[in-house]
């Protein structure tokens, strides 16, 4: 499915840049989402990306930190998290749709595995 990489520990203030890859599938064809999810919370919406990138949106949480886009002829979304905060502290999770832009995951069709973002205070 889809392979979520690039988590890892980092000290608040600091920067991360989350990739996503879908081998066997053309991404073009889909809308892109990142999700997060801490353990006992549910899973919540963080950004999201238009088939063709021409329009994004975020949770109100990380608007101006982060900032997702995508790299259609290299089949890759990414995440860029700037200014992290401990309470970012999650797994990420990337998501492909096949309809527009939502913040429910359940207009997702295909996840992949997270990554373990840690941000320390």
């Known amino acids: 499915q889809l392979q979520a990489s690039g988590g890892g520990l980092v000290q608040a203030g600091g920067s991360l840049r989350l990739s996503c890859a879908a081998p066997?599938?053309?991404?073009?064809?889909?809308?892109m989402g990142w999700f997060r999810q801490v353990p006992g919370k549910e899973r919540e919406f963080v950004a999201a990306?238009?088939?063709?990138?021409?329009?994004?949106t975020y949770a109100d949480s990380v608007k101006g930190r982060y900032t997702i886009s995508r790299d259609n002829a290299k089949n890759m979304v990414y995440l860029q998290m700037n200014s992290l905060k401990p309470e970012d502290t999650a797994l990420y999770y990337c998501a492909a749709g096949s309809g527009a832009t939502s913040v429910y995951s359940s207009a997702y069709n295909y996840w992949g595995r997270g990554t373990l973002v840690t941000v320390s205070s």
């Open positions: 990306i238009t088939r063709g990138g021409g329009y994004t």
């Open positions: 066997g599938r053309t991404i073009s064809s889909y809308t």
